[in-house]
């Protein structure tokens, strides 16, 4: 089947640690995003990337950092520098960057920090 | 900047009733707008879509019209079902094609047997 798997599905955190939240696709999507979901927020984008080997900072990009070595891979870590990481993590990714109103999106990383 | 804002939730039904989520946004030009649906433990789906004024999209028994005057994207259903428990985004892609979208809040939709 195709989609987008986000892995692991719970991490904790502790304190002056880096983690890293994987996201993978098979759909041969171009573009890929990272939101986090705070409660009565919504979503914020944090990087997204159009195409391989490239990406750009969204709306919240501190503390945070990402890759696009390949197509179907699209890691976020999660620095030290974020001071408040608990959120649940979104993964998406579409088509291509200009044909991105349907996005399809993993099942979420929650992340906490102990 | 360009936002989306969304009713409060939760919003509580009784199994039949009928539905209306609330959305205005802010943006220049003509975004495209839409609604995402969220289930308990799961990743968002796109519900419907429109992308220009007085364009109806609707999916599932659901439908929102894209009204430029009032600048709103109300969700409406006729008649609920326990299963449509979930929480639903309203979203927009600016006019400028900047590779993203712009999330509501989200409202809660609860229904009860």
């Known amino acids: 089947d195709g989609g987008i798997t986000q892995s692991p599905k719970y991490l904790f955190r502790k304190e002056g640690q880096n983690v890293t939240l994987s996201c993978e696709q098979n759909?041969?999507?171009?573009?890929m995003y990272w939101y986090r979901q705070d409660p009565g927020q919504g979503l914020r984008l944090i990087y997204y990337?159009?195409?391989?080997?490239?990406?750009q900072k969204g709306d919240i990009a501190e503390g945070y950092s990402v890759s696009r070595e390949k197509k179907e891979s699209f890691p976020l870590t999660v620095t030290s520098a974020q001071k408040n990481p608990t959120a649940f993590y979104l993964c998406?990714?579409?088509?291509?960057?200009?044909?991105?109103?349907?996005?399809?999106f993993g099942s979420g990383t929650q992340l906490s920090v102990l | 900047g360009d936002s989306v804002t969304q009713m409060e939730g939760p919003v509580t039904l009784s199994e039949e009733a009928f539905l209306t989520i609330n959305c205005t946004y802010t943006?220049?030009?003509?975004?495209?707008l839409f609604w995402y649906v969220q289930y308990p433990g799961e990743g968002l789906q796109l519900l419907l879509k429109?992308?220009?004024?007085?364009d109806k999209g609707s999916n599932k028994g659901f439908e929102a019209t894209y009204r430029k005057e009032t600048t709103s994207f109300h969700l409406e259903k006729g008649s609920v079902q326990v299963s449509d428990s979930a929480v639903y985004f309203c979203?927009?892609?600016?006019?400028?094609?900047?590779?993203?979208?712009?999330f509501g809040q989200g409202t809660t939709l609860q229904v009860k047997p």
């Open positions: 979203a927009l892609r600016p006019s400028s094609n900047t590779g993203k979208l712009i």
């Open positions: 429109a992308t220009k004024a007085d």
């Open positions: 759909l041969n999507h171009d573009a």
């Open positions: 990337s159009q195409i391989v080997n490239d990406f």
């Open positions: 943006a220049t030009g003509y975004p495209s």
């Open positions: 998406a990714s579409s088509i291509d960057g200009n044909n991105n109103e349907k996005l399809f």
